[in-house]
């Protein structure tokens, strides 16, 4: 009998789950989380602010407590698995890497727009040279070709990467178009290739299934979806699938479900749901983590946060220009007042 063939799954619950918590984990809640994805056999457990390393900021929103807090909350309680951190080249610095590595971190995510993979140069190398597993992200895939992330993807392999992500950071690709950039990833590197989903048109699952059968091997998700936007793949759940489905990942399917349960969803301040604004990033193709920054704006300027997402897809406002939300709020508020007036 042939053996079932392991996908990877890194968890992302307490990193990009921290962003539908307003960035407010205490150390408690990610000791509690990590030990028990770690029971669950979990293999990756991603803790980071949810814009990665050096986030805590005004731009991002600042952390309810350190990331050296919670980065040692969570070393100390997993046991089987591997400390995992996000670094997202011009949030986080090398002196950031070097502290989680400090800390126990085994494994870096270094994340860049699609088109600008080159500025992960120097992060990725640092990673390699401290021993870690380093996974490369191209963020926002939905807004570059096949042809380009393949490309784009090379170049983090060139620089040390052992896997590289499609990542739907919009939670905007169709499962023909996540096996369309997959493929090309892997008719291009020699190294791994996985996927990062989002759930705002409902695709999260099915995205990383085509993912899967497109030959992707590493898969993000996280418990209860909880993350930005409308959440990720939801782990258990995409646990319950691959095994129906023959797959092998380690991880046991009653333990996960019941740390979805028990745990992560009692710290969730509101359940992670598919409303009309994270629908509409997915169908304008902005970053999932400008819903709570759009529905602030949206709120203050007295104008529709759909409107706002709308606005920012045509202008293919990418992370790190959250400066634009704001921007959009007022020009759309000013429009309703002349209209008001006409």
């Known amino acids: 009998m042939s053996e079932k063939t392991f996908i990877h799954i890194l968890d992302s619950s307490l990193r990009d789950g921290s962003h539908a918590l307003s960035h ?6 990610v000791s509690s989380v990590a030990r028990g994805l770690d029971d669950a056999g979990v293999e990756m457990i991603e803790v980071s602010h949810g814009d990665g390393l050096g986030g805590s900021t005004i731009t991002y929103g600042f952390s309810k407590q350190s990331e050296m807090e919670l980065l040692q909350a969570a070393s100390e309680v997993i046991k089987n698995g591997k400390l995992a951190v996000l670094l997202l080249p011009g949030i986080g610095t090398k002196d950031d890497l070097k502290m989680a590595a400090d800390y126990g971190a085994k494994v870096a995510q270094i994340a860049t727009h699609v088109t600008e993979a080159d500025i992960a140069e120097q992060h990725i190398g640092l990673a390699k040279q401290m021993g870690m597993e380093v996974i490369g992200m191209l963020m926002l895939s939905h807004m570059g070709s096949p042809e380009m992330i393949a490309e784009q993807g090379k170049l983090m ?3 040390g990467a052992d896997v590289v ?15 369309q950039r997959v493929a090309a990833l892997r008719a291009a590197l020699k190294i791994g290739v996985g996927f990062h989903g989002h759930n705002n048109l409902s695709l999260a ?6 993912a899967i059968e497109e030959g992707a091997r590493w898969i993000d998700a996280c418990t209860c979806g909880l993350g930005a936007g409308s959440g990720n793949t939801p782990t258990e759940v995409l646990a319950a699938v691959l095994d129906k489905m023959g797959y092998e990942t380690g991880i046991n399917l009653w333990k996960i479900m019941d740390v979805a349960e028990n745990i992560v969803r009692p710290i969730m301040p509101k359940p992670v749901r598919i409303g009309k604004v994270s629908l509409t990033m997915g169908y304008a193709g902005v970053y999932s983590s400008f819903l709570l920054h759009a529905d602030k ?15 920012l ?27 008001a007036s006409a």
Not at 165 to 179: I, W
């Open 297 to 311: 704006a949206a709120e203050q300027f007295g104008v529709d946060a759909r409107d706002i997402l709308v606005e």
């Open 205 to 210: 699952v099915a995205n990383s299934v085509a």
């Open 24 to 29: 407010q984990y205490t150390a408690a809640q």
């Open 165 to 179: 992500l499609v990542t739907d950071s919009a939670g905007a690709l169709m499962p023909d178009t996540v096996k």
């Open 157 to 159: 392999e060139s620089y």
């Open 313 to 339: 897809g045509k202008r293919k406002v990418v992370g790190g220009q959250e400066d634009m939300i704001v921007e959009v709020a007022m020009m759309l508020a000013e429009k309703q007042k002349q209209n």
